[in-house]
């Protein structure tokens, strides 16, 4: 008998077990983040009955318990009884801090939606991806704008203005914004990003496109109810921008939030938005902080949920059309690599204060 097979198999049982535990459990944490458990049990704020938390969500009571079972053995509800033998349910604070919409950019909560969304929508076409090596259609992924919105939410309300730009070339890019200077944001998508530096820089000009009309529409529509006249949206494939020569050499400040590795052309946007910068303008490339080789991300935090995330979504996306199918998980070394190639003569690769999850790379 191989022993130490055998105690490689036991552990790994175990390891399987935790693995599937964690899986459901996200599947709880993403229906009582959409259903608004979370922010009902953080509302009341004590050891509550499951009719109680059920009232206070507008919820029914027989699928409340349920899912309090599965969230109590996870470990992120506290589960005790009263002295009359009722059971009660309590969110901790500290749990809340991430659970809830209030957290802002330190929510956690947004995210347990991710898997099981990009599950429900491409995972029988990722899966015959495997056999055919194609691509699968943005079209393929309806809320997937809708679910990016509530992250560019959580991620860029609290910070962009007063954390991030400021950080940006010394401050720099700030000054330029109070002045007065044109800027592009490349794959907008509902264009929260474009409608902060509008409404905090009105002597500024800002463009957001992005490939998705549906994500336009919304964007526009919340410009319009803003009132905000400095921010428009257009329809452009980031690959095309240098070729309208309208464009070209127009903005003093480029940005990018996660949107150069889906591209299917991401050169080619690269080298668009260089055509597109002003001389001596900035431009602000922020995507996740990782290495090109999978070895360089093995001890990674979240190292398997980003590898699933880019396999499911960023990497079919990027295959579209022949693309290279970059990945969510492009790392530092290939983004550095496409950047030089692109044109860029400067890039500085810096930390975002407060953001220990994703990379700066900051061009001229």
């Known amino acids: 008998m191989d022993h130490s097979r055998e105690a490689q198999r036991?552990?790994?049982?175990?390891?399987?077990?935790e693995i599937l535990d964690a899986s459901a459990l996200n599947a709880a944490l993403c229906l009582g983040y959409r259903a608004g458990l979370f922010e009902?049990?953080?509302?009341?704020?004590?050891?509550?009955?499951?009719?109680?938390?059920?009232?206070?969500?507008?919820?029914?009571?027989?699928?409340?318990?349920?899912?309090?079972?599965?969230?109590?053995?996870?470990g992120v509800v506290e589960h005790s009884v009263s002295e009359s033998g009722e059971e009660l349910f309590l969110l901790p604070p500290a749990h809340a801090d991430l659970l809830t919409r209030?957290?802002?950019?330190?929510?956690l909560g947004v995210y347990t939606q991710e898997i099981p969304l990009l599950t429900q929508c491409a995972l029988e076409d990722v899966l015959a991806g495997f056999g055919t090596g194609r691509g699968v259609p943005y079209?393929?992924?309806?809320?997937?704008?809708?679910?990016?919105?509530?992250?560019a939410e959580a991620k860029h309300r609290e910070v962009l203005v007063d954390a991030f730009l400021p950080s940006v070339a010394g401050g720099e890019v700030l000054r330029r914004l109070r002045e007065g200077v044109d800027v592009l944001d490349v794959g907008c998508s509902e264009g929260l990003v474009a409608l902060l530096m509008a409404r905090a820089f009105p002597g500024s000009r800002f463009l957001g496109v992005d490939i998705s009309e549906d994500a336009l529409a919304k964007a526009r529509g919340e410009a319009a109810r803003l009132g905000l006249e400095n921010v428009r949206f257009e329809l452009r494939d980031a690959a095309a921008l240098g070729e309208d020569a309208a464009l070209?050499?127009?903005?003093?400040?480029?940005?990018?939030?996660?949107?150069?590795?889906?591209?299917?052309?991401?050169?080619?946007?690269?080298?668009?938005?260089?055509?597109?910068?002003?001389?001596?303008?900035?431009?602000?490339?922020?995507?996740?902080?990782?290495?090109?080789d999978i070895a360089g991300n093995l001890d990674r935090p979240m190292g398997a949920f980003l590898y699933t995330v880019s396999l499911l979504h960023c990497m079919p996306v990027g295959l579209v059309d022949g693309g290279p199918g970059l990945g969510m998980m492009w790392?530092?070394?290939?983004a550095l690599e496409l950047l030089r190639e692109a044109g860029f003569g400067r890039v500085e690769v810096c930390d975002i204060p407060g953001d220990g999850f994703n990379a700066h790379y900051l061009c001229g």
């Open 10 to 17: 036991a552990a790994f049982a175990v390891r399987m077990a």
């Open 40 to 74: 009902a049990m953080d509302r009341l704020g004590f050891p509550a009955s499951c009719a109680a938390i059920a009232r206070e969500a507008g919820l029914s009571e027989r699928y409340v318990r349920e899912w309090l079972g599965a969230v109590a053995c996870g």
């Open 102 to 107: 209030r957290a802002g950019q330190d929510n």
């Open 139 to 151: 079209e393929r992924y309806p809320r997937f704008h809708e679910w990016m919105g509530q992250v």
């Open 248 to 292: 070209a050499g127009r903005f003093g400040y480029v940005t990018a939030f996660d949107a150069i590795h889906d591209q299917t052309r991401p050169l080619e946007a690269l080298k668009g938005v260089r055509a597109v910068l002003a001389e001596g303008g900035y431009f602000s490339m922020v995507d996740i902080k990782a290495e090109t």
């Open 331 to 334: 790392g530092r070394g290939k």
